[in-house]
């Protein structure tokens, strides 16, 4: 089910949003690392987090009522 945007503090807060998880996972490691670290740093996060989405999906998924 899509989130409703009924009004621009809707729309403001979604993308406020997005530019903070961008800016924050994206952006700021490379502007206070050196390059090569904060490519490993981003490497290693989106790894680590992408494991336990899918450690935890799967789990959630497997009781016999979904």
């Given at each position: 089910m899509?989130?409703?945007h009924n009004n621009y503090e809707d729309w403001s807060e979604t993308f406020?949003?997005?530019l903070f998880f961008v800016f924050h996972r994206m952006v700021l490691p490379f502007l206070v690392l050196p390059f090569d670290q904060a490519l490993l740093v981003f490497i290693a996060s989106e790894i680590g987090c992408s494991m336990w989405f899918?450690?935890?999906?799967?789990?959630?998924h497997e009781v016999s009522s979904t």
């Open positions: 899509p989130v409703p406020g949003t997005l899918a450690l935890q999906f799967a789990v959630s």
